[in-house]
Structure formats: C-alpha cells, structure tokens
C-alpha cells in the first residue's frame, strides 16, 4: 500500500492500494470519527461497491446508510445535492458525523459539497472508484455542482479526512472511462515528472496493465497523485502554481463544448495538449520532439490528438471559460517534459496559439 501525506490547512492522507474497501472502516474510524456514516454513490458503483463499504462501516461501528444517485454528470446537480442533504438530516447526521463519497469525480464532486456545506462542514472521505477520481478529483479539495449555464459554477473548498482508493475497482470501469482518465495522468506527467513520462512511454497505464500487475498500476497511481499532491499543497487556492494543472484544458475544455460533451474530458485534455505544443513548436517556444512525445504518450494510452474543429469554433467556445479574466488567459506552455511555464497571454495571441496548434501539419512550417 502507498501513503501520501497531503500537507493542506487540514492535511490528510491518501492511500492507495487493493483490498481497501474491504478495510474502509477502520480507516474512517481512525480519520473522521463519529458514530454515523451516510455512504453517497451512483446507480452504477453502488450495485457494485456500496455492499462491501457499508459492511466494513459498520463493523468498525458505525450506523450507516446509503444514497444512491442516477450515474452521469447530468445529476451533478442542485436537486442531487439537496436530495443527499435532506438524507443526511433525515439519518439526523450531527457535523461528527461523516460523509463517505464512494465512486467517480461527479460523486466525490456532489457529496464533498454536501459535506462542505451540511450543518456548515461535516466530516467527509473520499472513496474514488474512476482513474480520474483517483489520480485527479478526489486530491485538492475542490467540490461542485453544476448549473444550467455551465459546470462547476457553485463549490467550495473542502478537505477530505483520508482518502482511499482501492484500484482494484477500476476493473470494472468502463473501459473508455478508462483511457479518458489517462488524460490527466499524461498531464501530470508533463506538467512536473519527466521520468514519470519516461516510465509511462515504456509502460503504458492501460487496461491490458490492469490486468496483468496491479501494484504496478497502484505505483503509477500514487506517482500521479504525488504530483497533484506537490502541486496543491504549494498553493491550496489556485494562486499561482495550481494552475500548471490547467496544461490543455484551456483548449481541451473549447473542444469539449464543441463536441456537446459528446468527447470525454481526458480526450478533450489530450487534443488541448497536443494543440498547445504544436503552437509552442511553431512559436519556438520548444523543440518539436517535445510536441511529437506528448502525442505519442497520448496515443499509446488511447486518446486523440487532433479534432476536426476550427480555430473560431474553438476560440468562440474558449470565450466563455470561467478561467478567463479580462482580456487576456492563463496557459500553461510546455517548454520541456516536465517543465511548463505559466504565461498570462492577451485573448487575440490565444487566438493565434489556437489557430498555430490545430492546423495540420504542412498548412504551417512545424
Ligand atoms: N474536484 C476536482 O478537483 C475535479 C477534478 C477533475 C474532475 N472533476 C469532476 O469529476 C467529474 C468526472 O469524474 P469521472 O470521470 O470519474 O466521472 P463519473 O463520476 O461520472 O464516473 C464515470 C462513470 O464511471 C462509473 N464508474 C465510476 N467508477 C466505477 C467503477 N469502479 N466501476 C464501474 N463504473 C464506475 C460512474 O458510475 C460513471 O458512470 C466531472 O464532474 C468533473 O467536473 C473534479
Ligand atoms: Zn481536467
């Protein structure tokens, strides 16, 4: 099993390692106290995992029950949100008590809001059951809900006590959920840790690695959620460094609104990457082979590297980003694997950058 301190205003631990769910119990007991559990999930990880968790709780104690959400980010939502508070005072939850998010970024999102915010902050654990709920959503903090105009729009800051992943779980992902949480772990990889790259470039963290080494990808886990770690507890807020976590979103998230959220966030992040080298390439700000290893890293987990879209259709989807302010963007530039600059660039020079990383090659010099 691998421990990782996260050294926040509230520090906490993440472990990550198999047969934890089964174990989830003491672990709790240990990290958040109090005599009642409500474990929050969604229609699909809760047929699956929900039984296990809610036995381990109770053998450590605890009086539990379960909500269980409609899957999908549609539910991501105010009524969810109010539905699992209404539970949590119907079970009369005191703030000792605690709130257990058991499965992907939308649940650990929905339920660390509620906890956030019930009787004004109640206890709270994450048990991420996706790659990107384990390697991404359920380290930093940050918990939301979605509104009609645009996700995420209401939040709050919100630390877990522990964090548990078991990645056993992530056998029964679906295996698109899979690949698209490889997004942000080739991220990881190129915003902070080149020989994460290196490692990643002989071995891919596939299904197929999955299968055949667990603790392989439970070391390759933990490497990425260090990363976040490093990255989130120099800067809690999202002043400064944070926002290298942003590398191809910026982009990523303009493909994502063209697409209607038909592609996933990770292949979303992958294209906005890809396109973000390629303009650096084509800016001198660095040297084609590190635009070539990004893409080839991307490939070899699954993801796409280009889009069909325009440089306007995307530049007009990128306008209504929340991470804009005024007239110019935050984005993050790849110098190097394992080196990115934060740069602040005026709206018309993004709209250049967007153009430069999309085009295909030979319409520009690479
Ligand atoms: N808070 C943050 O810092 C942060 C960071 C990144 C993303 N997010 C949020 O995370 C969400 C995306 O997370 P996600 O990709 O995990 O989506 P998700 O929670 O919708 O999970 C994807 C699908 O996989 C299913 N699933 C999850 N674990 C499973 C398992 N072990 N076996 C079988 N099925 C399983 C879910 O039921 C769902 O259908 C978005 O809402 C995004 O905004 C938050
Ligand atoms: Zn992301």
Redesign the pocket.
Known sequence: MYTLDIDTERPYRVLIGTLLLEQCGEIVREASGGSRALIVT????GA??AAPVRRSLEEAGYETSVHVFE???EH?RAETYLAILEDAARHEMTRGDVIVAL???????VA?FAAATYMRGCHFVQVP??L??MV??SV?G???IDLACG??LVGAFWQPDVVIADVG??A???PD?FI??CGEVVKHAVIADEELFCELEKTPLTRELLLADLSRVAYLIARNIDIKRAVVSADEREAGVRKLLNFGHSIGHAVEACSDFRLG?GACVAIGMVAMATACVRTGLCEPSVRDRIRALAAAHGLPTSCDFTADELYAAALHDKKRSGDAIDLVLPEGIGTCRIANVPLLEFKQLIALGIETEGSVEA
């Open positions: 969604d229609t699909n990880v699956l995992y899957a999908g980010e991501k499965g992907g970024g939308v649940v650990g999102d660390g059951t996706s990107l709920a991404d959503s930093g940050k918990t939301a996700k995420n779980c992530l029964t992902l679906e959920q698209d949480g966030h």
